[in-house]
């Protein structure tokens, strides 16, 4: 028996099975799943203070900038699209990759810092975390998603020095996208409960 047909006899008798999902894309989905329903969760308390009150927002505190924000949610969804364009360019050729990744990861950070820029704006007219209902749930709300999309850039922006190494693994960069796409589809419904 020659080397080739062990190796060749090794591969066909391996016991283990494959799995269904890659770790790093089960482990990514299975986070999703649990930070969905913490989520769903604030949102659950947010709609029952809202519900009771007398009046939304109270009286007294600034109005939330929909317009402004309804931009961002299109920057935010443009990026989805561009990572999306990312995805297909990478299954044909690696390097094609790099700009879109690199456009949503600027997307992305372009939603993160005008988000900043609306707290900043919203604390200097009045609305911080002891003004009211209405700002304690703003910033928790608005905040933890912030946090998840600074976690999710830094997600692509590790995936995005792997491809440009050329070490970037089909499950990692899934994973990433899986993460950051939650990032995006939640945030309507957020800027839908809370802005609206």
């Known amino acids: 028996m020659t080397p080739r047909s062990i190796a060749t006899l ?13 770790s790093a894309v089960l482990g990514t989905l299975i986070f999703v799943i649990a930070e969905m329903m913490m989520f769903a969760g604030l949102m659950s308390a947010f709609s029952i203070v809202k519900a009771g009150a ?41 390097n094609l990759a790099r700009r879109p990744l690199f456009t949503a990861m600027g997307l992305g950070a372009f939603f993160v ?31 933890m998603h912030g946090l998840h999309a600074i976690a999710g850039l830094t997600v692509l922006g590790r995936a995005g020095l792997k491809l440009s190494r050329g070490l970037l693994a089909p499950s990692t960069f899934a994973a990433a996208q899986i993460f950051w796409y939650f990032v995006v589809g939640l945030w309507p419904i957020l800027y839908f409960m809370v802005y609206l």
């Not at 090794?10 to 890659?22: H, M, N």
């Not at 988000?115 to 209405?134: A, D, F, K, M, P």
Request: proline share 11%; glycine share 8%; aromatic share 12%.
């Open 113 to 143: 810092v005008f988000q900043g820029y609306e707290w900043v704006s919203l604390i200097r007219q009045g609305l911080t975390l002891t003004s009211s209902n209405h700002g304690s749930f703003f910033y928790l709300i608005v905040g």
């Open 54 to 94: 007398l009046g939304w927002p109270p009286p007294g505190q600034p109005r939330l900038p929909v317009e402004a924000t309804a931009f961002n949610t299109a920057v935010l969804l443009a990026s989805a699209v561009f990572l999306f364009i990312a995805n297909r360019s990478y299954a044909r050729n690696r």
């Open 10 to 22: 090794r591969v066909i008798s391996d016991p283990r099975p494959r799995p269904i999902l890659p």
